[in-house]
């Protein structure tokens, strides 16, 4: 998905040209080993340092006939720099370069998606304080249950993307991985040293205990953690569809000066980011499959991972900074309609407020079941249309038999509602964010 909506940095990651550039810093930074050790005189390495480069257009030439992409690479890269090129590639095999330059990609995206999720965090937080206390109606099955606010559920979108965060992180750390320890991992033909010289200067950690590749369960983590938070993302999308129903309209996203929603009814404003993102977080949790798929491999090595990783490792790392970026810009432009949450909340005619009375029938001594059945009783009447919740109550003999018209009126009251709400923004922002916010 290189395409149009694809950053520039993201996109080159994964290009031709930055992937042999690896390959070749991989290269050269076992060359510098080798000559710690006496192996490569100080003149041919650097004779390999300036001369040592690469052509795209011979390597596919050369591809072609030996079938072989990193002997088509070393290849060309011989032919520039010439005889001292018999000391490139000492006592390695192709998946030492392959895996090892395959990290540094993954850890440099990972990087700008970590990057893209700060951003996200920063946008959730602001519209979290901003709406602290914008009253709404919090659902359960789709059905109104009580009240809750809008804050809150950017909260609780902020909270989880932190968490997203936090995978990201250790997963970078746990890919940051390469080896260099030859053709099944044994070191037979290449000393310890030179894995231990040159992964340092790459940034990488050397894989303990190798085989001919570093393992797939390293790559697994990388990927399950983009389709999580891909996830995460689809269900923040997932809200805002349903919030932008013309029958709930609580919130709907930016329509832009000249945006245009069908081609047959000019009145329509669909929430297409929004199911934008619910399409690729599918298609992101269908690559975390494949990595899963790639664990196991025959005995030391097969190559039944590599195709698939030259599809999924960019094609996944594009699709997640494409779609944090995007549900950035969704919430930071997301329009939201107070007024319409405020008369979607009476649309029960106060029934949302039956556990409320509930706990203040079995407060005056009712059993559990049987202030269920008072309470019940009278909500389900409004679901037939017949009166509201607090006339219902106050209609009911067995209902004012055990409780005042005022603690009847008690339980409509909106603040105790509201009356954590500091508390769970001190728990996900600290104290300082606690307090934005607050209405006079």
């Not at 940095?9 to 991989?26: C, D, Q």
């Not at 510098?32 to 390495?45: C, F, R």
């Not at 990201?168 to 991985?177: G, Y």
Request: net charge neutral; hydrophobic share 40%.
């Amino acid at each position: 998905m290189i395409g149009r909506y694809t950053r520039k940095e993201m996109a080159r990651i994964w290009e031709p040209e930055n992937r042999f550039r690896l390959w070749l810093e991989v290269e050269l930074a076992a060359c510098e080993a080798w000559h710690k050790l006496g192996k490569i005189p100080k003149n041919a390495l650097d004779n390999i340092r300036k001369k040592a480069r690469f052509d795209i257009e011979r390597i596919d030439e050369i591809e072609k006939e030996v079938k072989h992409d990193v002997i088509a690479f070393l290849t060309s890269v011989a032919e520039y720099v010439g005889p001292d090129s018999r000391y490139i590639h000492i006592g390695l095999t192709s998946s030492d370069i392959l895996d090892t330059a395959l990290a540094m990609q993954m850890r440099e995206a990972a990087s700008l998606i970590i990057e893209d999720i700060k951003v996200f965090l920063a946008v959730l937080k602001k519209k979290a304080v901003e709406h602290k206390d914008t009253v709404m109606m919090g659902r359960s099955h789709g059905i109104h249950a009580e009240p809750t606010t809008f804050g809150l559920k950017m909260a609780m979108w902020h909270v989880e993307t932190a968490r997203n965060l936090e995978r990201l992180e250790r997963a970078r750390d746990v890919i940051s991985c390469g080896k260099l320890s030859g053709a099944v991992g044994t070191f037979s033909s290449v000393p310890p040293f030179v894995e231990e010289y040159a992964l340092k200067k790459l940034g990488l950690t050397p894989e303990p205990v190798a085989t001919q590749v570093v393992q797939r369960d390293r790559h697994a983590e990388f990927f399950s953690a983009l389709a999580i938070t891909a996830s995460s993302i689809e269900k923040f999308a997932v809200e805002i569809r349903h919030l932008q129903r013309t029958e709930v309209y609580e919130a709907e996203e930016p329509f832009t000066k000249g945006q245009k929603g069908s081609s047959a009814m000019p009145h329509k404003r669909n929430p297409v980011l929004s199911e934008n993102l619910t399409g690729l977080a599918r298609l992101v949790r269908s690559y975390a499959a494949v990595s899963l798929e790639n664990v196991a491999l025959w005995h030391e090595r097969d190559i039944s991972h590599s195709s698939a990783e030259r599809v999924i490792g960019p094609d996944a790392a594009i699709l997640v900074d494409f779609m944090l970026v995007r549900a950035s810009n969704l919430v930071r432009g997301l329009l939201v309609y107070p007024e319409n949450m405020l008369a979607n909340m009476d649309k029960l005619k106060g029934a949302v407020f039956s556990q409320k009375a509930l706990l203040k029938l079995v407060e005056k001594g009712a059993t559990r079941e049987e202030a269920y059945s008072l309470v019940q009783r009278n909500a389900m009447k409004v679901w037939e249309g017949l009166g509201d919740f607090k006339s219902n109550l106050l209609d009911d003999e067995n209902v004012m038999h055990r409780l005042t018209p005022k603690e009847v009126e008690a339980c409509f009251d909106i603040r105790p509602y509201l009356a954590n709400v500091d508390y769970i923004f001190e728990r996900a922002f600290g104290k300082k964010s606690a307090r934005a916010g607050r209405k006079a």
